[in-house]
């Protein structure tokens, strides 16, 4: 079974920059993959998605131009470039592969879950 891990999390002021990570414990190439958030009084809701050949992006409207997805097979890795936070960013963040490809966009579904990593963004 497909183990995911995250990384990353923590607090930042508005406007300030984080990157989460997310490694696997073997390899992603198989997979489309995502990250989902949870916010406080929340559902939990997909952020990005990218392609197996990694070629092809989707993100949530809130956090375009923000926030950029990449992966990087060889290390069963990928990540989460979260910049320019607001506080409505505040969540805990997962990554997922998705039992759909990122086509399905916005309506995917993850497979394989990660243990989550808390993103506060405060003054």
């Known amino acids: 079974q497909l183990r995911l891990v995250e990384s990353g999390g923590g607090l930042v002021q508005p406007g300030g920059s984080l990157r989460l990570a997310c490694t696997a414990s073997?390899?992603?190439?198989?997979?489309?993959l995502a990250w989902f958030r949870q916010a406080p009084g929340k559902e939990r809701e997909a952020v990005s998605c990218?392609?197996?050949?990694?070629?092809?992006?989707n993100y949530l409207d809130f956090v375009k131009g923000r926030f950029t997805i990449s992966r990087d097979n060889d290390k069963n890795t990928f990540y989460l470039q979260m910049n320019n936070l607001k506080s409505e960013d505040t969540a805990v963040y997962y990554c997922?592969?998705?039992?759909?490809?990122?086509?399905?966009?916005?309506?995917?579904?993850?497979?394989?879950w990660g243990q989550g990593t808390q993103v506060i963004v405060s003054s």
């Open positions: 073997v390899t992603l190439n198989y997979y489309s």
């Open positions: 997922a592969t998705l039992r759909e490809p990122c086509s399905s966009w916005p309506h995917v579904s993850g497979g394989n």
């Open positions: 990218i392609s197996r050949p990694g070629k092809i992006t």
